[in-house]
């Protein structure tokens, strides 16, 4: 086992790894706070899909938040650390909600650990239980490199998903599923925070 796996599968050491790292989720929370306040005001019944160890639950501070990850030993520590907040065990291709039940859905950070059948099952979903007509879903994915240098290459390597893919690909995914695009737009990311400045670039999507 080499330590980037041995990090993953210790729930402790990659919510400690994704603080330092991704300087706590800054530019995420900065994304995300800012499509909120377009909404109408909380609470708002918030879905987060893929939510790992929690670590973005704190900005839906004033909202009904529920946040699934398939890993119990993510979930088991998420529960521990925002105790405050409800998390679940779930994967996202057959959620156990009512349609129209959310206002808001996050999938951050979350297809690319899926290839293009299970990204377009867990779309659909999302398109189900999205509140009609102004409920929205906030995607936010890596994408390919557009520039690469020795640091940004190494931390893309790190990440254990196997379906990075483009800015194209992903707006494909959107469309098969029949979920419509609001806006989108790309972000540099600086996931080793400011002691290297090595960008990251993440796919931000507006749907509904």
């Not at 501070?61 to 998390?87: C, H, M, Q, W």
């Not at 979350?110 to 059948?117: A, G, K, P, R």
């Not at 469309?175 to 002691?195: C, F, M, Q, R, T």
């Amino acid at each position: 086992m080499n330590l980037h796996d041995f990090v993953v599968r210790n729930p402790r050491l990659y919510h400690l790894s994704q603080q330092i790292l991704s300087g706590n989720k800054r530019i995420l929370k900065k994304i995300v706070r800012s499509e909120l306040a377009k909404l109408s005001p909380s609470p708002r019944r918030v879905l987060d899909l893929g939510c790992g160890t929690g670590l973005l639950s704190p900005v839906f501070a004033d909202d009904v938040y529920t946040g699934i990850d398939i890993d119990p030993k993510y979930i088991e520590l998420a529960r521990g650390n925002y105790p405050n907040k409800s998390f679940l065990i779930s994967g996202g291709q057959k959620l156990h909600f009512p349609d129209g039940h959310f206002d808001f859905v996050l999938l951050s950070c979350t297809l690319h650990h899926t290839d293009d059948t299970m990204a377009q099952n867990i779309l659909s979903e999302v398109r189900r239980i999205l509140r009609k007509p102004n409920g929205r879903c906030l995607l936010i994915d890596n994408i390919q490199p557009i520039k690469k240098n020795f640091l940004s290459s190494w931390y893309a390597n790190r990440d254990e998903g196997d379906f990075i893919r483009t800015k194209d690909a992903y707006k494909k995914l959107v469309e098969s599923a029949l979920v419509d695009i609001k806006n989108e737009s790309i972000v540099k990311d600086y996931p080793l925070g400011s002691l290297f400045f090595v960008p990251s670039y993440l796919y931000v999507f507006l749907l509904s």
